[in-house]
């Protein structure tokens, strides 16, 4: 309804949608209308909670939370399926800001492709250790390489990966 004055305007991802919100990266745990449905094994259990230290690189008001269940398997972990599969074409790298009662631990991240034919997925995992405890960090999961056609829509969260379940969060 306005006469043209030079001035640019720029759009891009256009998409068809329902107008619901959809599980996609980033997971930032903020939304009131996703439901973060996280799959448990090995005596772990996630779910999405109030930050409980809102201080440093995170100042969000929600959170994963994972504990490690006394006696859990050494590969106890999560996961959660996203609406769909990660695009790997331009970025390759997974940041994910993490808080730990100690340093040292080990964080798995695997990556699944969805595939109800075949019970044994095609995967990818990379692993990153925490340097500090009690306090937000931001990890990197280098995914250099990896197979864009292989549509990896299920992130699998390992913490403390090969270390029997102590109950810590």
Request: aromatic share 12%; glycine share 8%; proline share 4%.
């Amino acid at each position: 309804g306005n006469a043209g004055t030079g001035l640019n305007y720029y759009f891009d991802d256009v998409e068809l949608t329902t107008g619901a919100e959809s599980l996609v990266l980033p997971l930032t745990f903020q939304s009131s209308t996703l439901t973060y449905s996280f799959t448990n094994f090995g005596g772990a259990e996630t779910d999405v909670v109030t930050n409980p230290n809102v201080t440093g690189i995170n100042t969000s008001t929600k959170v994963g939370r994972t504990v490690k269940t006394s006696g859990a398997q050494t590969w106890g972990g999560s996961f959660i399926e996203l609406s769909s599969p990660i695009n790997f074409a331009t970025m390759q790298k997974i940041k994910m800001k993490v808080w730990s009662p100690k340093a040292g631990i080990t964080v798995l991240l695997k990556l699944e492709k969805i595939d109800a034919a075949n019970p044994d997925p095609t995967n990818i995992e990379r692993s990153a250790v925490v340097t500090t405890a009690n306090t937000w960090e931001e990890l990197t999961f280098d995914f250099t390489g990896i197979n864009n056609a292989n549509n990896y829509q299920r992130l699998v969260f390992f913490f403390d990966f090969n270390v029997k379940g102590t109950g810590a969060t």
